[in-house]
């Protein structure tokens, strides 16, 4: 009976107290990558404070993360640009509750190697530099404390941005729901550990405005924010994502525009949350089809 208590007490502390260590310390990387610490002046000191940050995590993700992030930014619901965007596999094999439940479980890995497969970018210098410091990093702590420390890194931030509370931003941010915006805000108190991720129309409307700033932003243009449906509760987010109709990973709003085109598409769609479904046909899996994007011409 003791070794169960202690086998869930580790659990417990991976999950909780790890897992949301290594989230917070993931969503301090996406602060990082729009040089919103150190400014854009100082890229190099942003890169190597964002490995830094990095380490307890135990995988190199720093550097890749902020690479790609930048595409997600131009390419918002774009198929092939926009790494965040569900493959198509994953929407075919993801639609009953049970499957959308497993498919937070092991979010991360898509969510790690999904922009390799979509849109490979060439490999840079300092995701070298980022790869070999972790790798340098990873053998000290095995070294000296074991394996298992190693470990519990690692499934920590498994666990952190797999099936845990905070990681409904990665739900709530741009996959639809029954008002069919493609970015909503979530205004909650897991802010607090997310550095304000979850203002997230905010963010995409204005992408080098600093977390601390975010909330005096919506306040200011509330006009505009305001009127923006939102959610309130990540968990309910991600209870929504398993169990209620037309959800999971098909519940994403794409656009085809061209990737050679970008100023088209920044022309047509000015702010994040003026992509919506009226303009670009919603994804779905009914009868194992996928319907290819329609954009609709502006009258």
Same mark, same amino acid.
């Given at each position: %009976?003791?070794?169960?208590?202690?086998?869930? %007490?580790?659990? #417990?502390? @991976?999950?909780?107290?790890?897992?949301?260590?290594? /989230?917070?310390?993931? @969503?301090?990387? /996406?602060?990082?990558?729009?040089?919103?610490?150190?400014?854009?002046?100082?890229?190099?000191? +942003?890169?190597?404070?964002?490995?830094?940050?990095?380490?307890?995590?135990?995988?190199? =993700?720093?550097?890749?993360?902020?690479?790609?992030?930048?595409?997600? #930014?131009?390419?918002?619901?774009? &198929?092939?640009?926009?790494?965040?965007?569900?493959?198509?596999? &994953?929407?075919?094999?993801?639609?009953?509750?049970?499957?959308?439940?497993?498919?937070?479980?092991?979010?991360?890995?898509?969510?790690?190697?999904?922009?390799?497969?979509?849109?490979?970018?060439?490999?840079?210098?300092?995701?070298?530099? +980022?790869? =070999?410091?972790?790798?340098?990093?990873?053998?000290? $702590?095995?070294?000296?404390?074991?394996?298992?420390?190693?470990?519990?890194?690692? $499934?920590?931030?498994?666990?952190?941005?797999?099936? #845990?509370?905070?990681?409904? !931003?990665?739900?709530?941010? #741009?996959?639809?729901?029954?008002?069919?915006?493609?970015?909503?805000?979530?205004?909650? =108190?897991?802010?607090?550990?997310?550095?304000?991720?979850?203002? /997230?129309?905010?963010? !995409?409307?204005?992408?080098?405005?600093?977390?601390?700033?975010?909330?005096?932003?919506?306040? =200011?243009?509330?006009?505009?924010?305001?009127?923006?449906?939102? !959610?309130?509760?990540? @968990?309910? *987010?991600?209870?929504?994502? *398993?169990?209620?109709?037309?959800?999971?990973?098909?519940? !994403?709003?794409?656009?085809?525009?061209?990737?050679?085109?970008?100023?088209?598409?920044?022309?047509?769609?000015?702010?994040? +949350?003026?992509?919506?479904?009226?303009?670009?046909?919603?994804?779905?899996?009914?009868?194992?089809?996928?319907?290819?994007?329609?954009?609709?011409?502006? &009258?």
């Amino acid at each position: %009976m003791m070794k169960m208590n202690g086998s869930m %007490m580790k659990n #417990h502390m @991976c999950q909780d107290e790890n897992g949301t260590i290594n /989230h917070s310390l993931g @969503c301090a990387i /996406h602060e990082v990558g729009h040089n919103l610490v150190f400014g854009h002046k100082y890229g190099k000191a +942003n890169r190597l404070y964002s490995i830094f940050i990095n380490l307890p995590m135990g995988l190199p =993700i720093a550097i890749s993360y902020r690479k790609y992030h930048q595409a997600h #930014h131009r390419w918002l619901g774009h &198929e092939d640009g926009d790494a965040d965007m569900p493959l198509l596999f &994953e929407v075919k094999l993801f639609t009953h509750p049970i499957s959308r439940f497993i498919w937070l479980i092991i979010h991360p890995i898509f969510y790690a190697f999904r922009p390799f497969i979509k849109h490979p970018l060439p490999l840079t210098l300092w995701e070298i530099i +980022n790869f =070999i410091i972790q790798i340098i990093f990873d053998i000290i $702590i095995w070294y000296y404390f074991g394996i298992w420390t190693l470990a519990y890194f690692i $499934i920590g931030t498994l666990l952190g941005l797999g099936l #845990h509370p905070l990681s409904g !931003h990665f739900i709530s941010e #741009h996959y639809l729901f029954a008002d069919q915006q493609a970015t909503h805000s979530y205004y909650g =108190i897991g802010n607090y550990l997310m550095y304000n991720l979850g203002y /997230h129309v905010e963010h !995409h409307d204005f992408p080098y405005i600093a977390y601390t700033k975010l909330p005096k932003l919506k306040m =200011i243009a509330n006009e505009y924010y305001d009127q923006l449906p939102y !959610h309130k509760s990540l @968990c309910k *987010v991600l209870w929504d994502f *398993v169990f209620a109709p037309n959800n999971g990973p098909q519940a !994403h709003c794409v656009t085809s525009q061209d990737l050679s085109k970008p100023e088209i598409y920044k022309n047509q769609y000015l702010s994040s +949350n003026l992509l919506k479904c009226t303009n670009a046909t919603l994804r779905t899996s009914k009868s194992g089809q996928i319907k290819k994007p329609e954009i609709k011409k502006k &009258e």
